[in-house]
């Protein structure tokens, strides 16, 4: 499992096209991020200046150099608006895992653009870095990125007790992890 430095992957679906995001999307990442709904279950505080936009995307640039992670931009095909984000995090080669992670501006949820943009990293991921476990870590109230998890294939595992301390808390989180046997790299479920 190695992400290549000098070449960010571009992944195209259906809809979609995901890619790097840069400086020049920081209105359009502070434009989602702000949003309190957005931010809810993602450990983080709603976004009030560019400057705050400008720290996720560097934090992204940084998690792609060190080779422990990495984020696309959502973007739809007839639009290069960033309207979203979906990637891993906390990769760990030597066990051939990763945790996943994703948001989406409210303005698009329900349209399954979610579950695209995520179908096409876990398959990314499966094949291109040769991952064995893709885990996702979700708050008990998030029932959304749950029913987005499980429409994959992710099986719950358990609850991990005040694993986090973000906004302020303590938060619960639920494990789920998909292994590559049990996602069909054969064709697209979308």
């Given at each position: 499992m190695?992400?290549?430095?000098?070449?960010?992957?571009i992944?195209?679906?259906d809809?979609l096209?995901?890619r790097?995001?840069?400086?020049v999307?920081a209105s359009s990442v502070l434009?989602?991020?702000s949003?309190?709904?957005?931010?809810?279950?993602i450990?983080l505080?709603p976004f009030?200046?560019?400057?705050?936009a400008?720290?996720?995307?560097t934090?992204y640039?940084?998690i792609?150099?060190?080779?422990t992670?990495?984020?696309w931009g959502?973007?739809?095909?007839?639009?290069?608006?960033?309207?979203?984000?979906?990637?891993?995090?906390?990769?760990?080669?030597?066990h051939f895992?990763?945790?996943?992670?994703?948001e989406l501006s409210?303005e698009?949820?329900?349209?399954?653009?979610a579950?695209e943009?995520?179908e096409?990293?876990i398959?990314y991921g499966f094949?291109?870095?040769k991952?064995?476990?893709i885990?996702?870590?979700?708050?008990?109230?998030?029932?959304?990125?749950?029913?987005l998890?499980?429409k994959?294939?992710f099986?719950r595992?358990?609850?991990?007790r005040?694993y986090?301390f973000t906004?302020?808390k303590f938060d619960?989180l639920?494990m789920?992890s998909?292994l590559k046997?049990?996602?069909?790299?054969?064709e697209s479920?979308?």
């Amino acid at each position: 499992m190695q992400i290549e430095n000098s070449t960010f992957p571009i992944l195209e679906t259906d809809r979609l096209i995901l890619r790097k995001v840069t400086e020049v999307d920081a209105s359009s990442v502070l434009k989602y991020m702000s949003d309190n709904e957005v931010v809810k279950h993602i450990g983080l505080e709603p976004f009030n200046t560019v400057v705050d936009a400008m720290d996720e995307i560097t934090w992204y640039q940084t998690i792609f150099e060190q080779g422990t992670g990495i984020r696309w931009g959502i973007t739809l095909k007839e639009n290069n608006e960033v309207i979203g984000s979906c990637g891993f995090l906390n990769m760990v080669p030597k066990h051939f895992r990763t945790e996943i992670g994703t948001e989406l501006s409210k303005e698009y949820w329900g349209q399954g653009i979610a579950s695209e943009a995520f179908e096409a990293v876990i398959r990314y991921g499966f094949e291109n870095f040769k991952l064995q476990r893709i885990e996702a870590l979700i708050e008990p109230e998030n029932t959304a990125s749950q029913k987005l998890a499980e429409k994959q294939g992710f099986i719950r595992e358990g609850l991990l007790r005040n694993y986090e301390f973000t906004c302020g808390k303590f938060d619960d989180l639920y494990m789920y992890s998909l292994l590559k046997q049990d996602f069909d790299l054969s064709e697209s479920q979308s």
